[in-house]
């Protein structure tokens, strides 16, 4: 079913990204409200660009930001930066083994605007490989300024926001130098969208299918 309202009782959640960080970035806060809001909830994460050190930054971001869930499935994958359109078919592959894994309620993954390349793909071949199931397309802050308006917000209340921007601090140290990766950022995305929201904090995602 292709809606909103996702269902009472456990979750089984699909988290996507591209690159180490992607998901905590763009949806780190609304996975610790649902897990937190959803016991008994599992995660399949899956990464597909990374390196040895930022592998093992992204495994523990991934257990720390689902640690209210029942169990998570974490997948960090080394395909090389940058290029994934022109390795499609290995993209695809990946998302097509994580789908398989089981009938997941609600799938996060970037959203299809996104001007990176390698977002933007990722964001397509989920709309493939989930077809009939609930995509939100969360939004991560970058020099292209792509940010658009979102249709979706989640809002956050002081401790959840908080607790997302500790952890972005805490658990990428690879990223502290650089440009964009602070806390002001990150604070800012999330106020922005809760001002949208008429609330104090809110995460923005961009829903291109619903029924209900």
Request: charged share 25%; net charge negative.
């Amino acid at each position: 079913m292709l809606g909103l309202q996702l269902p009472d009782g456990p979750l089984r959640l699909a988290c996507l990204g591209a690159h180490c960080d992607d998901v905590p970035i763009g949806a780190g806060a609304t996975i610790l409200r649902l897990l937190a809001e959803h016991p008994g909830s599992t995660v399949d994460w899956l990464v597909l660009c990374s390196d040895p050190t930022r592998a093992d930054e992204e495994r523990e971001a991934a257990a720390a930001f689902c640690a209210d869930a029942a169990s998570v499935e974490v997948r960090v994958e080394s395909l090389p930066e940058n290029v994934l359109p022109s390795i499609s078919a290995d993209v695809q592959a990946l998302c097509a083994e994580t789908a398989r894994a089981g009938t997941h309620d609600l799938v996060i993954a970037p959203c299809p605007h996104d001007l990176h390349q390698d977002h933007r793909l990722l964001a397509e071949v989920a709309a493939q490989k989930w077809r009939d199931h609930p995509i939100w397309g969360y939004e991560i802050p970058k020099w292209d300024g792509d940010l658009r308006t979102p249709n979706l917000y989640v809002r956050l209340d002081d401790a959840t926001a908080a607790r997302k921007l500790d952890l972005l601090g805490r658990l990428y140290p690879s990223q502290h130098d650089r440009q964009w990766y602070d806390r002001e950022v990150f604070s800012a995305t999330l106020r922005l969208r809760g001002v949208e929201a008429n609330h104090r904090w809110a995460e923005g995602f961009h829903a291109r299918k619903t029924a209900v």
